[in-house]
């Protein structure tokens, strides 16, 4: 059985829009003045081996010389070609017209690869590329955050491209991934299709895109057929890219004029089908009519029945049409307009009317630019390209359970070339409860403080959110990498933030920096108050026993060791890193220089009291005693200048020992300027315990070399301690065991020299008398 043939209305009123554009243009006195232009219908009739065949036809008339006489007799001249619609087709014809420089203007064919214009030299559209198409969609996706979505495409060289075109452009931008790409199938599948449908559904991708033709879905973002009640609830909602809408003044009275009787031979059988197709009734010679099949008459009213072909509101192939007829106009008033002399051609040559060759009319047409009476600006990039712009169209669901198509906005082409989205989101209709935006994602974003994991195999939208390690932060969602934190700053328990590190060192305001102060100060005190009451009973016995004079400086010296820790203390400057060695050097060996001195004195005297040793005592009289202590003190001076000058000790932030805190300490610059002076006071202390312990079995009239034994038995074995207790604490810790080493030493040396003698003065005041200490023993002054 014949299959019934159904009339393409909307492709008649596409050809009726370019009727209009050139009559349109003929009354225009400014535009091709003195020149009529005319057409040629051609219809494909959806086979492309039909549209070859016209391309081939047109071409080989070419081929005759088509130039008209001058009056006006012969052929008309075929110029331009406005078509096809289809992108397969387009690309058969243009391959063939090219090689004949034949312009071509498409309305409707959009696929990407006719942008090559090496290939296709004389294709030019005034619908915006699949490339830009993409961009669009893609500029949609990033609006919304959708990054994980389906793509369906029609089996045809439209699919095929604009699929690949997707894809590259997806992974150059980024931001989302394919959950799948189907290809929709030509002829009805059923198993196919219902594969296709299942996947949808199984799939995690809420976001289905399509990129189709009129064959599947009518052009489908603006097509009425699918706007019925059974589709709305699977397609309501539905966000679609449609070309740029257009108005176009005076095309609805045109197309009432519409008659069989009134149109030229190029658009009788077109008018005659359509008019058969829209009242059902059959134009037929009178002897071959048949009772049961209406007649034609003629008399039809249009007005009176419903057809697409006045439906004018919602213009758009058609409007491209309308750019493409006037696009070539223009070029050729634009060519027609040449002055002689200054032409583009070989030797500045204009083209003529009566031997125009379609090559030169393509010469202006890549130069047109003109405003329509929409506002919409029409030119060529070197592609061929017209500007791009599209309109997004929404599918509203309405109460009633009609539906209707609105403009929520548009895409056009921005200064950088990308596609520039422009949105009313207040008008969207979403069709789901929540009337929101859908959700979808292979992965939940990564929140601030997590990076992006690839999961094994997969796109790169399906991942896995790992958190920042310490000391690394993202302060933004899905981020790829973690950045590292500055030197001084430490990331937040979140991971979102790069906080300044925690500072430490041996503060006055911590629990042990107040404790070793308060015991810093309470040793100066009770140096003070014991010096005070040395001085206070200066000219007892006890006192004046064994030079009075050492005793005192020995206590001045013990009272610069209890302040000079207080150096060890608080945030570390310049000025107390240098000075805070050298003054626990200086006052230490001038301490131990004055016990030192004593000891040497106790045995000069005992010797002395032996037959025939009195000699001994002119080396060790008041003024070698203190010139002994000078000269001991400048050597250990020397030492501290000599460091400080060559590697002084400066403030430093250390991390090693804690990657979240900065422990600010005193570098020493020098570890051979520490070492020798910590050795110099540990030889002097050492020359000291010997003395004093070979002293030790002195009769009892000299037992102060037992307690200067002691004293030093009690500092040496401090300062032993101390070495490995300051290598094994980090940070303050460090400073905190040199400050108790300090403290402890000066208090042993404090009490162990000086507690007997003040316990005599204080609570035996009996036996501080000059017969006790000369019935103990001799006394020196």
């Known amino acids: 059985d014949k299959q019934p043939c159904v009339f393409d209305t909307l492709g008649f009123r596409d050809a009726m829009t370019m009727a209009f554009a050139v009559e349109e243009i003929n009354k225009n006195p400014d535009l091709l003045p003195n020149l009529t232009l005319g057409y040629s219908l051609y219809d494909n009739c959806g086979a492309l081996v039909i549209g070859f065949s016209g391309a081939l036809s047109l071409a080989s008339g070419q081929e005759e010389g088509i130039s008209p006489q001058e009056n006006c007799s012969g052929t008309p001249p075929i110029l331009a070609i406005v078509g096809d619609s289809y992108s397969t087709f387009s690309i058969a014809i243009a391959n063939v017209l090219g090689l004949f420089k034949i312009p071509i203007v498409s309305y409707f064919a959009t696929c990407s690869c006719l942008s090559d214009h090496r290939q296709f030299p004389s294709f030019f559209r005034t619908i915006p590329s699949d490339a830009f198409q993409v961009n669009a969609v893609i500029q949609i996706l990033k609006h919304f955050g959708w990054t994980w979505v389906g793509l369906l495409v029609t089996d045809d060289d439209y699919g095929f491209y604009v699929a690949q075109s997707f894809q590259s452009s997806l992974s150059q931008q980024g931001g989302a991934c394919l959950a799948y790409v189907e290809v929709l199938p030509w002829d009805s599948k059923p198993g196919e299709l219902k594969r296709i449908v299942n996947l949808i559904k199984t799939s995690m991708a809420r976001v289905v895109i399509v990129f189709s033709k009129d064959v599947f879905f009518e052009a489908w973002a603006s097509a009425a057929v699918l706007q019925i009640p059974r589709f709305i609830p699977f397609l309501g909602g539905t966000l679609g ?122 010469h202006y047409l890549q130069k047109v630019n003109f405003t329509t009476p929409f506002g919409d600006q029409v030119s060529f990039d070197e592609n061929g390209d017209a500007l791009p712009m599209y309109d997004v169209m929404n599918w509203v669901w309405l109460p009633d359970g009609g539906t209707k198509i609105q403009n929520v906005g548009e895409v056009k082409k921005s200064a950088f070339g990308r596609g520039e989205l422009v949105l009313n989101e207040n008008l969207i209709f979403w069709n789901f409860e929540s009337k929101q935006p859908p959700q979808s994602a292979c992965s939940e974003n990564c929140p601030p403080g997590t990076r992006m994991a690839r999961k094994k195999g997969q796109p790169v939208c399906c991942f896995d959110c790992i958190p920042c390690s310490d000391g690394k932060i993202s302060n933004g969602s899905n981020a790829r990498e973690c950045i590292s934190c500055p030197e001084d700053f430490w990331s937040s328990p979140q991971r979102d933030d790069c906080l300044p590190k925690e500072t430490e060192f041996l503060s006055y305001h911590e629990p042990l920096g107040i404790c070793l102060t308060t015991t810093s100060l309470l040793g100066t005190f009770i140096c003070a108050l014991v010096l005070g009451i040395f001085i206070y009973h200066r000219s007892t016995p006890i006192v004046r026993a064994n030079n009075s004079e050492l005793s005192f400086l020995l206590l001045v010296s013990l009272k610069l060791c209890f302040l000079c820790s207080l150096l060890f203390i608080g945030r570390p400057r310049l000025w107390t890193c240098q000075l805070r060695h050298a003054a626990f050097g200086i006052s230490f060996v001038l301490c131990v220089s004055c016990i030192l001195v004593k000891t040497m004195v106790v045995l000069a005297v005992f010797k002395a009291s032996k037959p025939g040793g009195g000699a001994s005592l002119k080396w060790f009289g008041p003024t070698q005693q203190r010139g002994t202590v000078f000269t001991l003190t400048c050597i250990q001076a020397a030492v501290c200048t000599v460091w400080i000058v060559s590697a002084s000790p400066m403030p430093h932030k250390n991390t090693q020992y804690h990657n979240d805190k900065i422990v600010y300490e005193c570098e020493v610059g020098s570890t051979f300027g520490f070492a020798v002076l910590l050795s110099y006071i540990g030889l002097l202390a050492f020359i000291s315990f010997v003395l004093a312990f070979l002293a030790r079995n002195l009769p009892d009239n000299f037992n102060e070399a037992k307690l200067i034994t002691f004293s030093m038995l009690i500092f040496c074995a401090v300062w032993v301690a101390f070495v490995p207790a300051y290598i094994n604490s980090p940070g303050r810790y460090a400073d905190a065991v040199e400050v108790f080493a300090i403290l402890a030493s000066s208090f042993g040396l404090l009490v162990a020299l000086f507690g007997p003698k003040c316990y005599i003065i204080l609570l035996r005041p009996e036996r501080n008398t000059k017969k006790a200490i000369m019935g103990r023993g001799i006394t020196t002054s």
Not at 255 to 284: A, D, G, I, M, S
């Open 241 to 362: 890219i449609a070309i740029r809408r257009g108005e176009i003044p005076g095309l609805r009275d045109f197309l009432l004029q519409t008659h069989p009787n009134k149109n030229n031979n190029y658009e009788t059988n077109l008018v005659r089908q359509f008019w058969e197709h829209t009242f059902q009734c059959k134009f037929k010679p009178a002897e071959e009519e048949e009772d049961d099949e209406a007649l034609c008459t003629g008399d039809e009213d249009l007005e009176q029945v419903e057809t697409e072909l006045l439906d004018v509101s919602n213009l758009r192939p058609e409007y491209n049409v309308y750019k493409a007829v006037y696009a070539l106009a223009h070029a050729l008033d634009e060519m027609l307009h040449c002055e002689p002399g200054k032409g583009p051609f070989v030797d500045r040559t204009c083209a003529a009317l009566q031997s125009l060759e379609p090559w030169q009319l393509l």
